[in-house]
Each structure stands twice: as C-alpha cells, then as structure tokens.
C-alpha cells in the first residue's frame, strides 16, 4: 500500500501548476458561519508544500540538509492577498498554485481558490530559503532545478 494509496491526497500537478482540493469544515469558519480569513492562509500554504512537493522539493530534504548542506526551510518574505468572495461550510475549493519569477534567492507562486469556476481569493507569496538560524540562502543549482518556472 505504503504512500501510493494516499497519491491523490496531494492534489495533481496540471500543464500550468497545481490543483489541491478542499472541504471547508466547521474548524474553517468564524462566528458569522464564513471562513475565517487565516483559514485561506493555511489552505494556500498546503497547495504550494504540495506543489512544490510533487515537483521534487520535499520539506524534509530540506530540514535534514539534504539539498543544501545545512538545515533550512522555506519562509514567506512577502504576501498580497485578496478577498472576492466568503466561502462557506461544506463547500469544495481548489487550491490553484503556479510558479512566478524565480530568482537565485527567492520563487514567488500564486495561487487563487475557485468555488465552482469562480475565484473567490488570490494570493501571492515570495519565497525564500532561510538556515535554521534565519540566514537568507541562495538556491543550489540542484534545488534550482527542481523549482518550477513560469515556464515549466
């Protein structure tokens, strides 16, 4: 069985990125019966770890040093949000994830959640590499190559 049985817990990667499926559950929302704005946050986080995880760049890799030489992670440098439209219990949203600019030093992916066709939140992260002591890492050329383009 191991980790094939839970593939598509993932989401799928697409021609233009990456689509992550989600249920708004009753932890998602505030008293108002919509989603507490933090919880697109977490669901856009979720899309590009997968992302970025279907595309070959496991958090774990990098924690353990594997990819750099040193422990590190990810951080967000910069994010623009926008709210279209609420979200509500029970519904199914995707996470849609693409790459942007890709530097040296820091990727920036957007992402926008869709309900039904229609997009109700946009989101724009940048990206850098940071060592376990906050210091700001360059991309190794094999971590660069595992990034996705706005090409790919």
Known sequence: MGEDRWAGLSGHLTDTGHILAVRVYFEDT??????YHASYFRWC??????????KGVKHSELASGA??????AFAVRRIKAEFLAPARIDEILEVNTSAGEVTKASIVLKQSIFRQGKAIFRLEAQCVLISLTGKLLRFPADLLNRLPHERD
């Open 30 to 35: 505030d008293f108002s019966g919509l989603v």
């Open 45 to 54: 986080e979720r899309g590009r770890s997968d992302y970025l995880r279907l």
């Open 67 to 72: 990819l750099t030489g040193e422990p590190c």
